[in-house]
C-alpha cells in the first residue's frame, strides 16, 4: 500500500473514499480483534490469543494451499515467450489438485478449499456447491482430454507434497 507495488508487480493505491474504506476497515477490524477484547480481559491473553489464532489459521492455511498447489500432480509450465499454452480453464486444472473430496468434515472446516480446481474456475459460487460441481468438472476434464487430479484423502495430499518436497530438494539429474 505505501510502496505502491507488490514485489515487482505496481498496484494502484487508493484514493479518496477507497482509502477512507481501507484505513476504516483496519481501524474496526484492530478494534475488533484487540482493543474490544482489552476492556474485558488483560492486554497480554489478549495478545497471546491473537497471536494463537491468526497463527493456527495461518498454517491451516499453509498446508491447504500446499496440497493444492505444492504437489508431484500439479503442473508448472514455464512458457518461453511469457503466455500460457493452454486457455484459462484448462491452465487452472492442470496447476491445481484438490483432495479429500469425500469428507464432508474437511470442507466444512476448510470451508470447501480441499476443491481448489473449483474454487479457481468458479469463484463466485458458494463453496457448498463444490462436491456436486467436481463430479461435473471431472467428467468435462476427461471429455476433452485435460488430466484432472484429486488425491482420496488429506493424508495422501500430505504424503504427495512430502514426496514433491524430497524431489524439489534432490540435485538435478
Known sequence: ?????????KVPRPKGWDLGAFF???????GLMLVVPMFFHPWWLV?????????VAGVVLTVVFQLAHCVGEAEFPLPADGQMEDVWAAHQVRTTVDFARTSRVLCWLLGGLNFQVEHHLFPRICHVHYPALSKLVEEVCHEFGVAYRAH????????SH???????????A
Open 1 to 9: 500500500m505505501i510502496l505502491g507495488k507488490i514485489g515487482p508487480h
Open 24 to 30: 476504516l476497515g483496519k481501524v474496526v477490524s484492530i
Open 47 to 55: 495478545l497471546a490469543f491473537y497471536m494463537l489464532i491468526t497463527g
Open 152 to 159: 482420496a484423502t488429506l493424508f495422501a495430499g500430505i504424503k
Open 162 to 172: 512430502f514426496r514433491w518436497l524430497k524431489r524439489m530438494g534432490s540435485a538435478a
